[in-house]
């Protein structure tokens, strides 16, 4: 079984500022994990994937996300966020060769001028 | 050009009534999704089809019926809709060949049921 828990349905920060989103994953097979955006009134973008290949990774945007297996998250930071930045972002988790896509709750992130 | 898009935008309808949306990929992707992403944004996967077959049914109502024409559409057909069929659905589609299983979606349909 896969799952994702977002910790914090909502996180402010100031422009300028370090952005962290929390992600904790539960999986029985070694997982893939991603992270979408979603801004107003749109579909979802992806940000930025794991697949194994490397423990630090770099999205879009500035973005970035560390995999680590021993506390089972995939924390999603940037160093300095962004008006733009204001978006709902989601955590997901799948498996080798699955089929179905494993999504958090969600996190609203707001930026604060 | 829109990799997956999805018509109408936005649907508004009083209860009762059957209404389609309709999504199409230009990926050459061979499996499609719908999805139904609540108010609070609760993302939950409805179905999903390979190559023109389902192959992911979860619990949903059977007035909600999807068709899959060929690979490259996945439309989804809602009877008797109800109060608690307002959300935003979204379509996606993934290459099978990429072991990632990376989706990418379309914009949403925003369905309001009055």
């Known amino acids: 079984a896969q799952s994702v828990t977002q910790l914090g349905s909502h996180v402010s920060v100031s422009e300028g500022a370090l952005v962290l989103l929390r992600c904790n994953y539960s999986?029985?097979?070694?997982?893939?994990l991603f992270w979408y955006v979603q801004y107003p009134n749109q579909g979802l973008q992806l940000l930025l994937k794991?697949?194994?290949?490397?423990?630090l990774v770099k999205g879009i945007n500035g973005f970035e996300a560390e995999f680590k297996k021993s506390e089972t998250s995939f924390h999603l930071t940037k160093p300095s966020a962004h008006m733009s930045d204001a978006a709902e972002y989601f955590c997901?988790?799948?498996?080798?060769?699955?089929?179905?896509?494993?999504f958090g709750t969600g996190t609203r992130l707001t930026v604060i001028p | 050009d829109t990799a997956v898009s999805q018509t109408p935008k936005y649907l508004v309808t009083q209860m009762g009534n059957d209404k389609s949306i309709k999504c199409e990929q230009n990926?050459?992707?061979?499996?499609m999704y719908w999805y139904k992403q609540d108010s609070k944004k609760f993302l939950k996967i409805m179905f999903s089809?390979?190559?023109?077959?389902?192959?992911i049914n979860e619990t949903v109502p059977n007035r909600f019926s999807p068709k899959s024409p060929d690979k490259a559409h996945l439309n989804l057909h809602i009877n008797s809709l109800e109060l608690g069929d307002s959300a935003v659905y979204f379509c996606?589609?993934?290459?099978?060949?990429?072991?990632?299983?990376?989706?990418?979606f379309g914009p949403g349909t925003r369905l309001t049921v009055l």
């Open positions: 996606a589609s993934r290459f099978d060949g990429g072991v990632y299983n990376e989706q990418f």
């Open positions: 999986s029985s097979v070694p997982p893939y």
């Open positions: 794991y697949t194994s290949a490397a423990t």
């Open positions: 997901a988790v799948s498996g080798y060769g699955a089929n179905n896509l494993f």
């Open positions: 990926l050459g992707h061979d499996t």
């Open positions: 089809y390979n190559n023109k077959e389902l192959i």
